[in-house]
C-alpha cells in the first residue's frame, strides 16, 4: 500500500537553529500538507500546499515557517531559528485530488526537539 | 466545547469487547474522519463518512453520524489487544484543513 515517508524520524536542534524536514507524499497525490502533535495535545493544522503553492494555513503558520516541493517528489517544512516550543511531533500529509473525499494518508512523522 | 471533543477521553476493556467512542464537533461538515495512532506513531485513516450518511462499515469498525447532534461515533466490536491506540475523530468543511479532536485512548487487556 502507498505511503507517506518522512524523514529524519527524530531531529534534535539547538535554539534558534533552522530545520528541515522532510517528507515524500504519495505519488497521485496532488494535496499535501503539514500538522503537527505538541506531546499530549491535539492534532494541529498547519499549512496545506496544491499546485506548488499555499492554499491555506492556519496563525500559527507565521513568517517562521516555509514549505516547498523543491522538485516532482519531495514536500519539505523548513522552521527558521527554532523556539523550545516547536518541540512537537511533525506529520506531512497529502490527499487524493478530491481533497479528503477519501481521507488523507499520514507519514509517522517526524519527533523534533528543541533544546 | 472545542470542535471535534471525543468522549470518554480514556477507556479499558476486555478483548472481545466493544468499544465506542464519541466524538461532537460545532460546525457544519463535509464529512467525518476516524484516525487510529498507536503510542508515537503516525496516524491511520480508519474510515470516512460523508455528511449525507448515517452509517458505515468498514470490517469490525462501524461508524455512525448525526448531523443534528453534530455527533458521530465509533464502534470496534471484538476488540483485540492490536487495537490499543489512540481513536481521533477529524472533520473537513469546505476547506483544507481536517480539525481533530482530542482522543480517546482505548487501552485492551488480554
Known amino acids: 500500500e502507498p505511503e507517506v515517508t518522512q524523514t529524519p524520524s527524530h531531529q534534535v536542534t539547538q535554539m534558534g537553529q533552522e530545520v528541515i524536514l522532510r517528507c515524500v507524499p504519495i505519488?497521485?497525490?496532488?494535496?499535501f500538507y503539514w500538522y503537527r502533535q505538541i506531546l499530549g495535545q491535539k492534532v494541529e493544522f498547519l499549512v496545506s500546499f496544491y499546485n506548488n503553492e499555499i492554499s491555506e494555513k492556519s496563525e500559527i503558520f507565521d513568517d517562521q515557517f516555509s514549505v516547498e516541493r523543491p522538485d516532482g517528489s519531495n514536500f519539505t517544512l523548513k522552521i527558521r531559528s527554532t523556539k523550545l516550543e516547536d518541540s512537537a511531533m511533525y506529520f506531512c500529509?497529502?490527499?487524493?485530488?478530491?481533497?479528503?473525499?477519501?481521507?488523507?494518508?499520514f507519514g509517522s512523522g517526524t519527533r523534533l526537539t528543541v533544546v | 466545547s472545542q470542535q471535534g471533543e471525543e468522549d470518554p477521553q480514556a477507556l479499558s476493556i476486555q478483548e472481545g469487547e466493544n468499544a465506542t467512542m464519541n466524538c461532537s464537533y460545532k460546525t457544519s461538515i463535509n464529512n467525518l474522519q476516524w484516525y487510529r495512532q498507536n503510542s508515537g506513531r503516525g496516524l491511520v485513516h480508519l474510515i470516512l463518512i460523508r455528511s449525507n450518511e448515517r452509517e458505515k462499515h468498514s470490517g469490525r469498525l462501524r461508524v455512525t453520524l448525526d448531523t443534528s447532534k453534530k455527533s458521530s461515533s465509533l464502534l470496534i466490536t471484538a476488540s483485540r489487544a492490536a487495537d490499543t491506540a489512540s481513536y481521533f475523530c477529524?472533520?473537513?468543511?469546505?476547506?483544507?484543513?481536517?480539525?481533530f479532536g482530542t482522543g480517546t485512548r482505548l487501552q485492551v487487556f488480554p
Open positions: 505519488s497521485n497525490h496532488l494535496y
Open positions: 477529524a472533520t473537513l468543511y469546505n476547506t483544507d484543513k481536517l480539525i
Open positions: 500529509a497529502s490527499s487524493e485530488p478530491d481533497r479528503g473525499g477519501y481521507g488523507y494518508t
